[in-house]
């Protein structure tokens, strides 16, 4: 076996060494690679296909860097607490209006509030008024516009006239995973205004402030134009400050209570927005957790903070990502062609670590973005495609070296070359011919090592090869017998039906087998006798069993050359097994027997107290203590019959037939009807128009779907439901039981299908049971090729499930 390697070396220039073609070649190959990759490389880029690769290393460089929140950025939250207090959304525009008088009354630097305000107020339309004189008593409040599409295309809807306030737009830019990164500083439509409606944030960013904030400057100036007409430019990401709740917040029942005071919005930015359950715009951002999202008031936040700082973040220069995709698809390429293999795959994952470790640096410390996914993808795709062209390289070479070899008369041993390269490792070929005799030597001791009696036969039925395992089992057939190769001449050799003769005292089922083997794979004319994939089971000598299996010896054109037969001992699984059915009839039998004569005579007792009308007191005492007898002797019985039950359904050899799911599980519930009836549980059946047949063993089957339901009648409260249905899925039927009693906590569900384990064993009012139940669902099903499975939560009720598969 050759290797594969990144590089080639260039040997002096020897008469009869091919290192001068092979460096050629292989520069070749590696320059049409390269440049096969490197256009990769560009059509990904331009495509996108590497988007969310660097999305993912974006996300993992933001929530790695989180710094704290501004003590002047402060949010005025419409919460759950504020919507209890006042009432549901949406307020009297008069309630928003007092609201921005009394932080107006703290003196903020400016309040931005994320509410649109476009359409007039109609049910109270004086409100409109008062909030317009609340706003301009204020004097520092931003209002959001926003984009819809109208019949000329996209448009700016602006605030109500009269709220003469500054305005800037809440456009939020979400990208293909739906995850909001980065906004516009300016949007609007195209041409009507040049620069467009600034941002909210921007304008709260700069809103009395003598100078312009640093992080307004620092943009992505790169103008969009979309298909609607909307234009956007001014692209900047949002290095967010931590996850949601980083910023300081005050309830708005608060603040209009007069429980919040004034003063602690004195300075500062004020953002006034949704953050009520189920209100507001919501959206996934880097740094979300569990599953939340963030509210686009606290996202303006961030904006805000990231434009004050001065610390937003902006792609790197579209020639700088260029050129730095390019130099490391480059140097992977090159480690590939000048190292060893070895080496080439640790450069290339070195150059990995240092694209997205540099990434993730540059983010961190300079505020820059470099993508870096579509230079990983040109590294990881050169490698393997250089060493698999290299492979392809060494398999020729080899090709031709053994070619050559068959030709000469006489094989010569070739001067061993050294050196870390494929190329020099070929030129090694030539010493390849000494490993031949070892080699099959090899091959030899590979056949004498074989745990089972083996022996290679021809398609003839002449034993070519027998281990010493298969001529201790008859050595008046194969002692002395010398090996052949295929084709080869001498004296005649061992027929294989002789070896089986001498093997077993009634040869016919084996002699039988090799017949139908024989016709399978020679190709016989007449249609072959079906052959049993796992071999047939055949009596030895002395109380010996066997297994006699056998299998095609292709040859190197694919065609079969022989036949190899191996004959298995399995004398000691066969006395395992009986070993197991004697324990089971000592179970069914020896074990079951006293119990349900202690039964009896209990029941005995009863009858004789109850017709001698003994002495109430001494009756009941003994009844009590004789429940208790039966009860344990109950328990016993079950135990019995659950853990025979669940031995057979593992051990022993199932006969199954076309048997019909939904009748099977009308069986089981009717079976449990009494039970449900006694609990006051309802059983509710749900079963396909269509028949759901396969192949299966029925009364196990009906046994498993019993255990379920009966179960979930133990299991559910009482006057509960419990449902039983039949679905078919791909490829599957789906028995599932479901009930809506006190659930499983997922770090309890592994342990369910163990034997013995019961969770709410010692609770008070737990069910009685054996723990051996849901082991012989699993057991069922797995004998069946499906499999049992169970979905619950702590409180939430539990499904268990049995998948079987379709015939």
Request: charged share 20%; aromatic share 4%.
């Amino acid at each position: 076996m050759v290797a594969a390697s990144g590089s080639t070396d260039a040997p002096g220039p020897a008469p009869a060494a091919p290192g001068h073609a092979f460096g050629q070649r292989t520069l070749i190959e590696w320059c049409l690679l390269l440049a096969a990759v490197l256009a990769l490389v560009v059509l990904a880029a331009r495509q996108g296909w590497a988007e969310r690769a660097d999305l993912a290393a974006y996300d993992i460089a933001i929530s790695a860097q989180h710094h704290p929140a501004r003590d002047d950025i402060v949010i005025v939250g419409i919460d759950d607490a504020s919507i209890t207090a006042i009432g549901r959304w949406p307020w009297r525009r008069a309630v928003l209006a007092q609201l921005v008088e009394r932080i107006a009354a703290g003196g903020p630097r400016v309040i931005g509030v994320d509410v649109i305000l476009s359409e007039r107020d109609t049910r109270y339309p004086q409100d409109d008024a008062v909030l317009a004189r609340s706003l301009a008593r204020a004097g520092n409040v931003v209002l959001p516009v926003v984009a819809e599409s109208g019949p000329a295309g996209m448009l700016v809807r602006y605030p109500l006239a009269g709220l003469g306030t500054a305005v800037g737009h809440i456009n939020m830019v979400v990208d293909t995973d739906g995850v909001a990164r980065q906004v516009y500083l300016s949007e609007g439509p195209h041409p009507v205004a040049a620069a467009g409606v600034p941002h909210l944030a921007a304008v709260m960013a700069a809103f009395g402030r003598a100078a312009e904030p640093p992080g307004i400057a620092r943009q992505e100036p790169a103008r969009i134009t979309e298909a609607n007409g909307w234009e956007r430019s001014g692209r900047l990401r949002i290095p967010y400050a931590g996850p949601p709740g980083t910023f300081a917040r005050v309830s708005a029942r608060d603040v209009l209570d007069g429980r919040a005071n004034p003063a602690i919005f004195a300075g500062k930015a004020v953002l006034i927005g949704a953050l009520a359950t189920g209100m507001g715009d919501v959206l996934p951002t880097p740094v979300s957790r569990d599953g939340r999202g963030m509210s686009g008031v606290e996202i303006l936040a961030n904006t805000v903070q990231a434009l004050t700082d001065g610390d937003a973040i902006v792609a790197v220069p579209r020639a700088w990502q260029v050129g730095g995709t390019l130099l490391a698809v480059l140097l992977a390429a090159l480690a590939a062609l000048r190292l060893p293999p070895r080496g080439a795959l640790v450069a290339t994952g070195l150059l990995l670590a240092a694209l997205l470790g540099g990434s993730l640096l540059l983010l961190a410390l300079a505020r820059l973005w470099f993508a870096p996914a579509a230079a990983a993808l040109g590294c990881v795709l050169f490698y393997p495609l250089w060493s698999w062209l290299r492979q392809e390289a060494a398999l020729r070479f080899l090709t031709d070296e053994l070619a050559r070899l068959e030709r000469e008369p006489g094989l010569i041993a070739a001067p061993h070359h050294t050196g870390a390269t494929l190329d020099s490792r070929m030129r090694a070929v030539y010493s390849m011919s000494a490993q031949l005799r070892g080699t099959r030597r090899f091959l030899s001791d590979g056949l004498e090592s074989l745990p089972d009696a083996t022996a290679i036969c021809d398609l003839d039925g002449g034993v070519m090869l027998a281990n010493r395992r298969c001529v201790a089992l008859a050595p008046a057939v194969l002692d002395g017998e010398p090996a052949h190769a295929p084709g080869a001449a001498g004296p005649p050799r061992a027929a294989i039906r002789a070896l089986i003769e001498a093997i077993f005292p009634a040869p016919a089922p084996a002699l039988a087998y090799w017949q139908s083997l024989h016709d399978r794979h020679a190709g016989a004319r007449i249609a072959p006798v079906p052959v049993p994939d796992g071999g047939i089971e055949v009596a030895g000598r002395g109380d010996r069993r066997y297994l006699l299996h056998g299998a095609p010896l292709h040859a190197e054109a694919g065609a079969v050359a022989g036949l190899i037969v191996s004959v298995i001992d399995i004398t000691a699984i066969r006395i395992a097994e009986r070993q197991r059915e004697q324990m089971l009839r000592f179970l069914s039998h020896d074990m079951r027997s006293p119990q349900a004569s202690i039964l009896a005579l209990i029941e005995l007792h009863e009858r004789r107290a109850r017709r001698d009308g003994a002495a109430a007191g001494d009756v009941a005492t003994d009844s009590g203590v004789l429940a208790r007898i039966a009860a344990h002797a109950r328990r016993t019985m079950t135990l019995a019959d659950d853990f025979i039950s669940v031995a057979r359904a593992e051990s022993k050899t199932l006969a199954f037939m076309e048997v019909e799911l939904g009748g099977l599980v009308l069986d089981a519930t009717d079976q449990l009807w009494a039970l449900a009836n006694a609990r006051d549980v309802t059983l509710q059946i749900d079963l396909p128009d269509e028949p759901a047949v396969l192949q299966g063993e029925p009364t196990l089957l009906a046994r498993a779907i019993a255990n379920l339901v009966s179960n979930a009648i133990k299991f559910s409260p009482q006057a509960g439901t419990v449902t039983v249905s039949l679905t078919r899925e791909p490829g599957s039927f789906v028995v599932a039981v479901q009930d809506h009693g006190p659930g499983i906590a997922e770090a309890d569900q592994a342990r369910l299908f163990e034997p013995f384990a019961r969770l709410h064993e010692g609770q008070q009012g737990a069910p009685e049971g054996t723990g051996l139940g849901l082991v012989l669902v699993r057991a069922v099903a797995e004998r069946h090729g499906g499999k049992a499975s169970v979905r619950s939560a702590a409180g939430a009720g539990a499904e268990f499930r049995i998948e079987l598969p379709v015939a």
